[in-house]
Nanobody, 123 residues
Framework: QVQLVESGGGLVQAGGSLRLSCTAS????????MGWFRRAPGKEREFVAA????????YYADSVKGRSTISRDNAKNTVWLQMNNLKPEDTGVYYC????????????????WGQGTQVTVSS
């Protein structure tokens, strides 16, 4: 089992920044690719960003590309999502996920999920 705990969400004005953190415990963190997904009010959960086990390869949804950076530190069992120039449409619950197969944009391929952290962007 891998336990994932997100933090760093909050209320921010449009144009602001947030840095989300996800700390893992349990199995070896470096064995898992990590991803961030979000669920906006009334919508399906969607892919935001993903990072490979070693942190070399990163992937982003078009909606956040150029505004967000995913990174990880395997020694700290932590993955981050830095989000800049936030927009009201970025509002939602952000989840981190772990996948032993590799970085994925599909929520269905993840093995473990955190409980989520709320991000609210006001206009």
């Amino acid at each position: 089992q891998v336990q994932l705990v997100e933090s760093g969400g909050g209320l921010v004005q449009a144009g602001g920044s947030l840095r989300l953190s996800c700390t893992a415990s349990g199995r070896t963190f470096s064995n898992y690719a990590m991803g961030w997904f979000r669920r906006a009010p009334g919508k399906e959960r969607e892919f935001v960003a993903a990072i490979s086990r070693g942190g070399v390869n990163t992937y982003y949804a078009d909606s956040v590309k150029g505004r967000s950076t995913i990174s990880r530190d395997n020694a700290k069992n932590t993955v981050w999502l830095q989000m800049n120039n936030l927009k009201p449409e970025d509002t939602g619950v952000y989840y981190c996920a772990a996948n032993h197969l590799g970085a994925t944009t599909s929520e269905h391929e993840n093995d473990y999920w955190g409980q989520g952290t709320q991000v609210t962007v006001s206009s």
